[in-house]
């Protein structure tokens, strides 16, 4: 199956999606018409932004989903398809190649406001999550027959923003950029094959392959300012952040075309900034043109 097509500034350009822990959306009004995806379902994948939507509740259970959280915050997904064997497309696809494909994993949860005739089924938002494997189990499908289900392991962001801004370790040496960015686009392609005893070691491992490439390929130089670095490591390397161009927050494994290197400064501001918006579009511009054509 040919690979979809990153979606292009035009059509990022009304901003990226943006949600509070813990606040309720109605899945219509607030989720699907700003952002695009289905208005069904428990994968909503958008074409016109860089998101993928996650949809959990008690409803699930009847499919034969029992999604659920670990002690450590890892939740556990059922992939779409409500009977017979599930299958690696539509929406199971895109959560597993939302890294490599710059698509940010939304995840909510179905819950009942009110009471009454004035009841009605909100969503909660759990969080941002990045996809780190995943099994296949026999579980019942929607008429109770056994079936063979996947189980996507999706890891917070947060548990990994600062694991790479706190990061010291040097980069392999004698690594060429090439080699360097052969190894990082590798890693982006994830096929859910990798040891899952790992646990979160496993995308910290496939998110410094690319962080590595991408501060090898700014060569000591922010990516957006084109000054350099303000200052040195203690091991003598320039400071540089990983930036990821298509998250409101940073962290995680990416493809590196959607992640740069950026100084403090402007990191801060394409963050925060007046004009963050069109700093960040200006960005996703320029590694999408430098990926395009590949290290030099």
């Known amino acids: 199956m040919a690979r ?7 059509l990022i350009a009304a901003g990226l999606p943006s949600f509070e822990l813990g606040n309720l959306y109605n899945r219509w009004p607030d ?10 379902g428990g994968i909503s994948y958008s074409a016109q932004a860089p998101v993928t939507f996650l949809f959990t509740g008690e409803s699930g259970e009847q499919y034969g989903y029992n999604d659920r959280f670990d002690d450590e915050g890892t939740f556990f997904f059922f992939g779409e398809g409500q009977e ?3 299958t690696f497309d539509r929406g199971n696809l895109a959560v597993q190649n939302h890294s490599a494909e710059g698509k940010a994993l939304h995840l909510f949860r179905t819950v009942a406001q009110g009471k009454g005739k ?28 056994l079936r063979q289900a996947i189980i996507f392991r999706l890891v917070p962001v947060t ?6 801004l706190a ?24 096929n859910g094959s990798q040891d899952s005893k790992k646990g979160s070691r496993t995308i910290y491992e496939r998110s410094r392959a690319v962080r590595d490439y991408v ?39 990416d493809h590196p075309q959607f992640v740069a290197a950026l100084c403090p400064a402007c990191h801060r501001e394409v963050h925060y900034g007046e ?15 430098l990926e395009g054509a590949g290290p030099t």
């Open 4 to 10: 979809r097509k990153s979606p292009s500034s035009r």
């Open 31 to 40: 989720i699907n018409i700003p952002y695009g995806g289905g208005r069904q």
């Open 84 to 86: 017979g064997d599930m």
């Open 118 to 145: 004035a009841k009605r089924k909100v969503q909660k938002y759990l969080g941002e999550f990045v996809y780190q494997d995943h099994e296949w189990v026999t579980a019942p499908d929607v008429k109770g027959a």
């Open 159 to 164: 548990r990994l923003e600062q694991i790479e």
């Open 167 to 190: 990061s010291v370790e040097e980069p392999a040496e004698g690594m060429t950029l090439q080699d360097a960015r052969d190894r990082a686009i590798a890693a982006s392609k994830v």
């Open 215 to 253: 501060l090898q390929r700014a060569a000591g130089k922010c990516e957006l300012c084109n000054q350099f670095a303000p200052f040195l490591r203690k091991g003598g390397l320039p400071y540089l952040e990983p930036h990821h161009t298509t998250r409101v927050s940073d962290g995680g494994p």
């Open 275 to 289: 004009h963050a918006q069109s700093k960040n579009l200006t960005l996703m511009e320029r590694l999408q043109a």
